[in-house]
């Protein structure tokens, strides 16, 4: 069955950097897309960005822009996704899910296990 | 960017009772040269990754029950659960894939009465 299998829950300081990672199984990696979303404490969904996994290419949300990156080894059918300059606002469960195959960001499913990463000095 | 703004914030339900979920976007999620509304919903339970209810606005996801359904057009949607039972406590939310980024409503939080 489809599977997306998140790393670990981290504790970071102000001004680091995080690296998510996203194991997916049970279907052809490069023919699907990987989105990643957020969800802070007692709040709501926030998109942070895509990633097509069979050419690479990747959009982000202009809210993350110049401090996220979202990778891929396809040997591996493994996602990245990297946070820089990580402030308190930050912690949060992060999310990855797989597209839908088309090719352009549309709906999640389905969705990893989440990754929390709390922010504190 | 697109708002999604979803109504009520929580609703209380009685176990066998209709469930109507209601979501507006800021612009129309109509695209005219295929008919189609980019719009998805999902569930959330506690303690649990969203998933999957309703793309196209209509079309459930594999393995959704009959009882969830998704209508609206263009500016304006519903989610309906037409029996409400004791799993479908959860946080319902809307989303736009019509244009990135990506965007999310703010949730309806349903219970039971």
């Known amino acids: 069955q489809v599977q997306l299998v998140q790393s670990g829950a981290e504790v970071k300081s102000p001004g680091a950097s995080v690296k998510i990672s996203c194991k997916a199984s049970g279907y052809i990696f490069t023919t699907y897309d990987i989105q990643w979303a957020r969800q802070a404490p007692g709040q709501g969904l926030e998109w942070m960005g895509w990633?097509?996994?069979?050419?690479?290419?990747?959009k982000y949300s202009q809210n993350f822009q110049d401090r996220v990156t979202i990778t891929r080894d396809s040997s591996a059918t493994t996602v990245y996704l990297q946070l820089r300059s990580l402030r308190s606002e930050d912690t949060a469960t992060y999310y990855c899910a797989r597209g839908d195959g088309s090719g352009y960001p549309r709906w999640f499913d389905p969705w990893g296990q989440g990754t929390l990463v709390t922010v504190s000095s | 960017d697109f708002v999604m703004t979803q109504s009520p914030d929580s609703l209380a339900v009685s176990l066998g009772e209709r469930a109507t979920i209601n979501c507006k976007s800021s612009?129309?999620?109509?695209?005219?040269?295929?008919?189609?509304?980019?719009l998805a919903w999902y569930q959330q339970k506690p303690g649990q990754a969203p998933k999957l209810l309703i793309y196209w606005a209509s079309t459930r996801a594999s393995g959704v029950p009959g009882r969830f359904s998704g209508s609206g057009s263009a500016t304006d949607f519903t989610l309906t659960i037409s029996s409400l039972q004791p799993e479908d406590v959860a946080v319902y939310y809307c989303?736009?894939?019509?244009?990135?980024?990506?965007?999310f409503g703010g949730g309806t939080k349903v219970e039971i009465k």
């Open positions: 612009q129309t999620l109509l695209f005219d040269s295929n008919n189609k509304n980019y």
């Open positions: 989303q736009q894939y019509y244009r990135p980024p990506l965007t």
């Open positions: 990633i097509n996994a069979g050419n690479g290419n990747t």
